[in-house]
């Protein structure tokens, strides 16, 4: 159920249905090539929660896109706010969620930008006690398991999922927006990496060692990452359904979950 559609007397129903669980899907704002559309993350996140809180009831907050972009404030569209901004305004509406009722926040991620500031800003929820306290809880779509990996490039036929507007967002996209999607604007000689930072590599691993915040810029200037010539709406259905099955049965663990909050009580009084 969404949090805008609901009257103010039905909140109350929502919070005993949903075991006062509430879904914060987080993307961004920012370019995906030039065949997919500014709010491709804020979509995919927010179509996967909606339909995975309709299998497991959780109510799902207004559309969210206040996340980290700094490396993509070169490109047209990009809206990229002051950070401690972005952090106090995310605090703010987490104790404006708990403050109606919901001590079950989930923080819901589908922007690959906004994963160490989420994981970052959760540790920080140990800081300070909160009235009512509550316990925030983080989903991070971007981050797959060789399993689930495997998975979706079983059902793109590819072994490139691509990093940015490839196979996988953009059979998505396909699959949730398909007026968005424009195939004829695809410039596949922008999609490889530059490789301008490849001296901080580890020469047996071919893996980064070394880390500087302009590493993205330094490979994919042009925000495109990956050929998309294998997507396509079918697959992206396919898609769509494996993550919202695997996010419903996240939301069912959360909401069944009876120790995070005794452990945040036992925590605070020993802090004390």
């Not at 090539?33 to 907050?61: K, M, N, S």
């Not at 398991?145 to 059902?155: C, D, F, M, S, T």
């Not at 490849?198 to 990452?225: Q, R, S, V």
Request: aromatic letters at 8%; glycine letters at 8%; one cysteine or more.
């Amino acid at each position: 159920m969404l949090w805008e559609d609901l009257r103010a007397d039905q909140l109350e129903a929502a919070r005993l249905a949903t075991a006062g669980t509430c879904i914060v899907p987080l993307g961004v704002i920012e370019k995906h090539g030039g065949h997919l559309p500014l709010g491709t993350d804020l979509f995919i996140g927010r179509g996967v929660t909606i339909a995975a809180a309709a299998r497991e009831p959780a109510v799902v907050f207004p559309p969210y896109y206040f996340g980290q972009i700094a490396e993509a404030r070169h490109v047209p569209g990009t809206i990229s706010i002051d950070h401690s901004l972005m952090f106090r305004l995310l605090e703010n509406v987490l104790d404006e969620i708990a403050r109606n009722g919901f001590p079950k926040i989930i923080l819901l991620n589908a922007h690959g930008g906004n994963s160490h500031f989420l994981n970052y800003f959760i540790q920080s929820t140990l800081q300070r006690q909160r009235d009512p306290q509550y316990a925030v809880y983080g989903i991070n779509l971007m981050a797959d398991g060789p399993e689930l990996a495997r998975r979706k490039q079983a059902i793109l036929g590819s072994d490139d999922l691509g990093d940015h507007a490839g196979n996988y967002e953009t059979a998505l996209m396909m699959a949730l927006r398909p007026e968005l999607v424009a195939m004829d604007r695809v410039a596949r000689e922008e999609s490889g990496s530059r490789g301008r930072l490849d001296h901080f590599k580890d020469p047996a691993t071919g893996l980064k060692n070394i880390y500087t915040g302009i590493w993205w810029y330094a490979d994919h200037p042009t925000h495109f990452a990956g050929d998309p010539a294998a997507a396509s709406a079918e697959k992206g259905n396919a898609l769509l359904e494996l993550l919202v099955e695997e996010t419903a049965q996240k939301i069912r663990i959360i909401k069944e979950d009876g120790v995070a909050q005794e452990l945040l009580r036992e925590f605070f009084e020993q802090s004390r």
